[in-house]
């Protein structure tokens, strides 16, 4: 039987799905968000004169770009989830005691820079991860961004600077994981003052409930609320959440009751995230 040859448009998108997909997981921070963009890309091709399309890389990181910029602006107008909506991508493996690969990979540079470039606003986000990062002119970005090449380009450059001066986490994995571990100490042992000397001041304490997500900001406050971190549990490990550095916990019936996660930054707990919500946590792929 005679093989037919291979749609040129569809394997022209093939062969830029990759690209397109870093291009959305930079600027979005999460894997499945990422695919979803990339498949809307697809389907807004197919729906497409392709043969009309001059520059069909550039048309799909244009649309990748503009979706991504949609998503971005979506998100903030929602309530901030600790552990997002797709929960089930949160990557938790064990790291008690210190396997190295484990430390290379908290110590990762590239989740460092996600963390730092949540700092940005939805355009920020876009410039700076388009023309830095993937090389696109600024005239494209402002395409996707309704913006003149000019104003493009200082929205990238004040993202730049955000970059450069905004403190990122911890180089050291074994630094983070001796904060947290300091952190705990003060909150089993009631240690009020040892509490406040690991929080960041304006520390933010989010906690996702099957009520809802709840949301404490301040050191005192979340200090105040330290007794939820030395509840009785059968028995407690260190993991890494998404590379971040966390405990998860067990009742005496071998059930996971909570997670929680840390991001430190200039040697301070800067944010909590604690998930309670058991259908969420059943969701999870999570260390035996």
Do not use: C
């Not at 979803?36 to 001059?54: F, G, N, S, T, Y």
């Not at 330290?226 to 405990?247: H, I, W």
């Not at 009751?257 to 430190?264: A, M, R």
């Amino acid at each position: 039987m005679e093989t037919r040859p291979a749609n040129p448009v569809t394997a022209t998108f093939e062969a830029h799905r990759d690209r397109l997909r870093a291009v959305a997981f930079r600027m979005l921070g999460s894997h499945a968000d990422a695919e979803d963009v990339v498949q809307e890309a697809w389907m807004r091709l197919a729906r497409q004169d392709a043969a009309a399309i001059e520059n069909l890389a550039g048309w799909l990181t244009t649309v990748v770009g503009r979706i991504s910029l949609d998503l971005l602006r979506s998100r903030g107008a929602r309530p901030e989830q600790s552990f997002g909506d797709g929960i089930s991508e949160v990557v938790v493996i064990d790291d008690s005691p210190e396997p190295e690969d484990h430390v290379a990979l908290a110590d990762s540079v590239g989740l460092a820079l996600l963390v730092v470039l949540d700092s940005l606003g939805p355009s920020e986000r876009v410039a700076f991860v388009l023309h830095d990062m993937f090389g696109v002119s600024f005239a494209e970005i402002g395409q996707i961004l309704g913006k003149s090449a000019d104003a493009t380009k200082m929205i990238a450059s004040r993202a730049r600077r955000k970059v450069r001066t905004t403190d990122r986490p911890s180089a050291s994995g074994r630094a983070q994981r001796e904060v947290t571990q300091a952190f705990r100490a003060a909150a089993v042992g009631g240690d009020f003052e040892a509490l406040l000397r690991v929080l960041d001041p304006d520390v933010r304490l989010t906690v996702d409930t099957p009520g809802g997500t709840f949301v404490t900001l301040g050191a005192t406050e979340v200090a105040a609320r330290a007794k939820m971190f030395s509840g009785e549990v059968a028995r407690y490990q260190p993991v890494l959440v998404d590379d971040r550095p966390g405990y998860l916990s067990w009742n005496e019936h071998g059930t996971p009751v909570s997670l929680t996660s840390f991001t430190v930054s200039d040697n301070r707990i800067a944010t909590i995230a604690i998930l309670v919500d058991p259908a969420r946590l059943a969701a999870l792929d999570l260390p035996a």
